[in-house]
Nanobody, 126 residues
Framework: QVQLVESGGGSVPAGGSLRLSCEAS????????TAWFRQAPGKEREFVAA????????YYADSVKGRFTMSKDSAKNMLYLQMNSLKPEDTAVYYC???????????????????WGRGTQVTVSS
């Protein structure tokens, strides 16, 4: 069972940047799909970005496209989420997730992921 631990959250002013990290307990290579989700207070967990089955494409939510960049270092069992031009509406708890059997059509569905970290808080002030 993969264990995931996020870090790097914090409080920044609007327009600032943060880099989130997620350390996995084992190598997260094919066939793992890895992803970032977020959940704001009173809202459902929403998709941010994902890398399907360790392939070359990264998929992003429209709300973060062009501002956030997902990357990974498989040798170090690490995932990253570089967040630039942050907005107050980006305020949320950010989670990394992984799954071995996810199909592409379920990429944005949080319920389809088996493994989750505990999350890291990101707060963006206006």
């Amino acid at each position: 069972q993969v264990q995931l631990v996020e870090s790097g959250g914090g409080s920044v002013p609007a327009g600032g940047s943060l880099r989130l990290s997620c350390e996995a307990s084992e190598r997260i290579v094919y066939p793992y799909t890895t992803a970032w989700f977020r959940q704001a207070p009173g809202k459902e967990r929403e998709f941010v970005a994902a890398n399907w089955r360790n392939g070359g494409n990264i998929y992003y939510a429209d709300s973060v496209k062009g501002r956030f960049t997902m990357s990974k270092d498989s040798a170090k069992n690490m995932l990253y989420l570089q967040m630039n031009s942050l907005k107050p509406e980006d305020t949320a708890v950010y989670y990394c997730a992984a799954d071995r059997r996810l199909i592409l059509s379920s990429l944005r569905v949080s319920e389809q992921y088996d493994y989750w970290g505990r999350g890291t808080q990101v707060t963006v002030s206006s």
